[in-house]
């Protein structure tokens, strides 16, 4: 008799703790690993983020709209032209160079250049030449006047001068204008009879001059170097 009750009482039991654990889930709920994971706030976010979080995915180019325009595209940066990265090598070497005042310069540098070589005069061309430069108008200048003819340059106007090249060749810095201006140039012989030019005829003349400075130089004035025109 004694068994039997022994047994009810560990069904009575059994059940109770059933009725308890039924109750509990539906309080509660089951886990069965899908539920989002609890929110740490004090947890670092590297140890929360699972291995697939840990990875940072690139955009896929092949997941962009076909349609999309190239305009719609992150502008890409520009790299600095040649002539402003030249520039901005001669403001290091000189802080004191300011393009426009050097253009300012080389419009009184090419008028007085053009005079004095016109009027033969290599005593003004001499300080504003480089040697190599002041050789070959000299020798010009020596040529005219052995053939006994003289050169009349009448400058009518600078109508543009730009800077088109600049550059650091060690510590001498480089800049080249180019210059359009409007001339009346005749050469006449030693009977005054004019061999070229026209003296009544105003032309477009295109030249380019390079100026060099040794920016380590106390002397601030700039020297012509090289002379051309457009082929």
């Known amino acids: 008799m004694g068994g039997e009750l022994q047994f009810l009482d560990i069904i009575l ?15 509660l709920g089951r886990r069965d690993g899908h539920q989002p994971q609890t929110h740490d706030p004090f947890k670092p976010t590297r140890e929360r983020a699972s291995d697939d979080e840990k990875v940072v995915r690139l955009p896929d180019r092949s997941d962009r709209p076909s349609d999309r325009r190239d305009s719609d595209a992150e502008p890409a940066f520009e790299e600095a032209s040649p002539l402003e990265s030249g520039l901005t090598q001669i403001r290091v070497a000189d802080p004191s160079f300011e393009p426009d005042e050097f253009l300012s310069g080389s419009r009184i540098a090419f008028e007085m250049i053009l005079s004095a070589f016109a009027a033969g005069d290599s005593q003004s061309l001499r300080p504003l030449l480089s040697q190599e430069v002041f050789q070959n108008f000299a020798e010009t200048i020596h040529e005219r006047e052995r053939a006994g003819e003289t050169m009349e340059t009448n400058l009518v106007g600078i109508r543009s001068a730009e800077i088109v090249e600049a550059y650091m060749a060690g510590r001498t810095a480089h800049v080249t204008v180019k210059f359009v201006s409007e001339q009346i140039s005749v050469v006449r012989d030693q009977n005054d009879e004019v061999v070229e030019g026209d003296p009544e005829q105003v032309t477009e003349v295109t030249d380019t001059w390079t100026f060099a400075r040794d920016t380590r130089s106390r002397d601030p004035n700039w020297i012509l170097v090289a002379t051309g025109s457009p082929e």
Do not use: W
Not at 13 to 27: I, P
């Open 13 to 27: 039991f059994a059940l109770v703790a059933a009725f308890l654990v039924l109750r509990l889930r539906s309080v």
